[in-house]
DNA sequence: TATTGTTATACTCTATAACTATA
DNA sequence: TATAGTTATAGAGTATAACAATA
C-alpha cells in the first residue's frame, strides 16, 4: 500500500507563504490600526501618494492586484478619514482620480514608520542582502503569468 | 511640505509576501478543489498523514498556526469525507487522535501531485537553489517570535 | 485549577455578477 | 460596444470568547 511519500508540509512553499504572509500582515496591521488603517487601505494611500498625477481606481486595483469593485470600498474608508479625494479627471468623465490629502500624506508617513518598525520582530532574522532576495523572489512569483 | 518619502509599495515585503501567497494559495485551491479539498483542509490531511502515531488536535493546531478552533471544523470537514478519523486516545479520554483513513492517505498522494504540478506556475521562476533558500527565509519569519 | 475539544459570533478578505454613466 | 465606477452578495479566512468533559 502506498504511504505519505510527498515533501513533509512544513517544508511545502505554499504552506509556508500563507503562514509567513499572515506573520506580517498581522504584525502590520497591529501598527496600522493606531493610525486608523489596515495593511490594504494602507497600500491604497501609499500608491496614491506615489503617483504624481494620480491614479484613477482602476489603475489601482491593477497595482495591487485586486478586483476594482473592493478598491472602491477601500478608498470609500480612505476618503471617510479623510485621508484621500476623488477628483475629477479631465480627459474622461467616468474616471476620478484618487489623490492623497495633507493630512494623508502626513499619516501616511508616521503609519509607515510604524508599520516598518513592526515588521521588524518576524523580519528580524533576515539581513539586508537576504531581504534584497526574497524581495526580488516574491515579484517574479507574483507577477508569473498565470 | 514632507512628501512620501518611504519605500516604493511594491517592494514593500509585506505586501510583496500577501500577494506572492495569495497567488500560489489561489492556483493550489484550484488543483485541490478537484479532490474536494481546500489548501488548509490539505494541510490538516497531510500533517496527520505525517504522523505515525496521530496527532490530537491541539498538537495540530500548533504544527499549523490556526486556533484549536478552526482546526475542529477542518477535521469536520475531512471525516465527513471519509479522509480522516477521530480516534479515541488511550492515555487520556479529552484528546482526539486525528488518524487519515486509507482513503485518505490516497486523496492524499493525488491531491499533493496535482498540488505540486499546479503550483510550477507561480514558482515556476525559481530555480530549485532559489526554493530552498526562499524556504528557509520562510521558516525563519514564520517561527521568529513575536 | 488547567487543558481538550467544541460551539458561537463577528469581522476581514476574496470572488463574482450585475448595474450606471460615460466613452 | 466597451470601459470606469459602483452596488450587492456569498464564501472563505481569521480572531475571540465561552462552555462541557476530563485531567
Known sequence: MEV???QP????LGFLLSRASGQVVRATNA???EHGLRVRTYSVLVFACEAADGLNQRELAGFLGLDPS????????LVAAGLVERQAAETDRRTRLVVPTAQGRRVREAAGEAADAAVEVPLGLLGDAERDRLRDMLTRIWTATG
Chains 1, 2 share one sequence.
Open 9 to 12: 508540509m512544513a517544508d511545502d
Open 4 to 6: 505519505c511519500m510527498g
Open 70 to 77: 473592493q478598491v472602491v470600498l477601500l478608498v470609500d474608508e
Open 31 to 33: 501598527a496600522l490600526a
